[in-house]
Each structure stands twice: as structure tokens, then as C-alpha cells.
DNA sequence: AAATCTCCCTGTAGGC
DNA sequence: TGCCTACAGGGAGATT
């Protein structure tokens, strides 16, 4: 499931091939997404040149001459790039077709992805503008996660995954980050120490930078913008592992509902 | 303001 | 084999 490293994957898989490239046309199979796909908006994608392509937090932005597409691959999305005339199948809701013959298609069996247009600044959309730091960046820092987490009284697995604090950190990453940091994830954000918050952003950005150099983690579907699986699942240490033995201690691993997110524990690694 | 709950959706796994 | 149910989860939006 598309987490920021899949996300990241995917942009990179696309990116190379999209720049400067013009739409020539875009094939609409199944308007119902996450928001339902506007056909006025769409038919004003023809044309128009593509000026580049970025990420902010799990969101895909595609610049264009007039505006930018905005597009989220929510839990079971791709976008990969296909060859031309590739039948459609099941899921492959949206193609757009370049000028130089290339095929990039959008498929997403659960449909909680989107594909948004705005002729504003992307950045400046409602559902941007409020996004929390990203975590490879500089300004991503235990300190900030520490003072941001004053008068939190929420899981701190909880705190992370909350995109206004950070954005990125899904289920399985926040898992994993909270064992090499050895915190318990139902401990208090505001009862975890600076020094525990140094480390789990230290943490943070060595898992998700670890998981793009593997492409990714693939659990079930998930497939990059060269339509190729991830390899980071082989490196999970916590995550999906309930009943297993602790790849560090052999404590055998427990599972915890919070948040209605399944959580990943070593109780002895983490406290 | 912060925390929790509900909902969107389909594929898969497990029980019978 | 098929039918049924539970579960997976990103995250917006509503509710507490």
C-alpha cells in the first residue's frame, strides 16, 4: 500500500519520461475515485505541456502550462507507464496518452486514490496546504516532533501518522520507525523524551530513505511508475510479523489495535 | 483544539 | 465448490 516511499518510487519511475512531454489525450474509464473526475476539466488537459514532476508528502503533483494535476494513489493505486495500446483492464481507470506515443495509466481496484486538477498553485490546494514538514527534509527534526507533541496526549503511533505533523508516515513505516527507536507505539506523545524524539526522527528518515532505495514495499499489488515491484518487505522487522520471533531478541511480537490501524510491537525492544 | 469515529472500496483469507 | 464474514488501510470529514 502506497505509503511515501511508494509514492516516491512511483514519481521517479515517472518522471523521466513525462517532462516536456504534451498531452495529446486522456481516456476517462471510471470517474468514481476518491472525488469523482471532472470531464470539464479533463477535456482542458489536451495540450497542455507538461512543465514537471514533484511529491508533497503522498500526494503527486504533475505541473502543467495552465495548472497541475494532483493525484494520490490512496491504498491500492498505480501509475506506471505502459506500452501503447496496452488492452485495459479491470481497474485501469485513467490513461493519458502523450505526444510522443507514451501511455501512463492510473489503476486503482479499491478507488480510494484521486486525480484532481487545480489552476492554482498545487501547493496552495486546500488539501496541501495544511500538510506537517517532509521527513527527509532538513527542517524534519526530533526537536520540532518533540515540541509539536506538548499537550498530546494521543498514542505517539498515532502522532506521526497525523499528516499535519509529518506527512508520509503510514502504517507499516510507522511500525517499523517506532521499533528501531525502540518506543512502545501506545506510549503518550507528550510522555516520550526529547531524546527518544531525536531518535525516532533520526529513524524516521533512514527507514523511508532505506525503503526508496528498495523501491519500495510491495505486500500484495503494489508496482512503481516501471511497473516493478518493491523489495523492502524483505527488511520489515515488526510489521505483519504478530506470533513471530523478535529479530532482535526472539520476544515473540504482539499486535495492537489503535487508531483502528493494526500496530507492531517487540515488548521488550520497546518501552 | 484535540481526539475519535465513520466512511469510501474491493480483493483475499478463513470458517463452514 | 461456494457462500459468508472479517479484515486490510489513507485520510477527509463529521462528531465528540
Redesign the pocket.
Known amino acids: 500500500?502506497?505509503?511515501l516511499p511508494e509514492v516516491e518510487t512511483t514519481l521517479r519511475g515517472i518522471a523521466p519520461h513525462l517532462r516536456q512531454q504534451t498531452i495529446e489525450q486522456v481516456i476517462v474509464r471510471d470517474t468514481?475515485l476518491?472525488?469523482p473526475i471532472d470531464p470539464a476539466w479533463v477535456e482542458s488537459l489536451r495540450g497542455q505541456k507538461v512543465l514537471g514532476a514533484t511529491r508533497r508528502?503522498?500526494?503527486l503533483i504533475v505541473e502543467l502550462t495552465r495548472g497541475a494535476l494532483i493525484m494520490?494513489l490512496?491504498?491500492?493505486g498505480n501509475l506506471r507507464w505502459v506500452p501503447l495500446a496496452t488492452p485495459a483492464q479491470?481497474?485501469d481507470h485513467v490513461d493519458f496518452i502523450f505526444t510522443n506515443q507514451r501511455l501512463l495509466r492510473f489503476t486503482d481496484?479499491?478507488?480510494?486514490g484521486a486525480i484532481l486538477y487545480t489552476e492554482v498553485a498545487a501547493l496552495l490546494h486546500?488539501?496541501l496546504a495544511d500538510l506537517g514538514p517532509e521527513p527527509l527534509s532538513a527542517n524534519f527534526t526530533g526537536e520540532y516532533l518533540w515540541q509539536r507533541a506538548r499537550?498530546?496526549?494521543?498514542?505517539v503511533k498515532?502522532?506521526i501518522?497525523d499528516?499535519k505533523i509529518v506527512?508520509?508516515v503510514?502504517?507499516?513505516y510507522a511500525s517499523e520507525a517506532l521499533f528501531l527507536a525502540g518506543i512502545r507505539p501506545s506510549k503518550?506523545?507528550?510522555k516520550v523524551s526529547a531524546a527518544h524524539y531525536l531518535q525516532l526522527a533520526a529513524v524516521i528518515k533512514t527507514v523511508l530513505a532505506n525503503a526508496i532505495e528498495a523501491g519500495g514495499t510491495t505486500l500484495?499489488?503494489f508496482v512503481g511508475g516501471d511497473g516493478k515491484p518493491g523489495y523492502f518487505k524483505q527488511q520489515l522487522h515488526v510489521?505483519?510479523r504478530e506470533g513471530e520471533p523478535c529479530l532482535r531478541c526472539a520476544t515473540i511480537i504482539k499486535?495492537q489495535?489503535l487508531?483502528?490501524?493494526?500496530s507492531f510491537y517487540c515488548p521488550h525492544c520497546q518501552r
Open positions: 500500500m502506497p505509503e468514481r476518491r472525488w508528502g503522498k500526494y494520490h490512496g491504498m491500492s479491470k481497474h481496484p479499491r478507488r480510494f486546500p488539501l499537550g498530546r496526549n494521543q498514542a498515532n502522532f501518522m499528516g506527512v508520509g503510514g502504517n507499516i503518550r506523545a507528550n500484495r499489488d510489521y505483519g499486535a489495535r487508531g483502528q490501524r493494526s
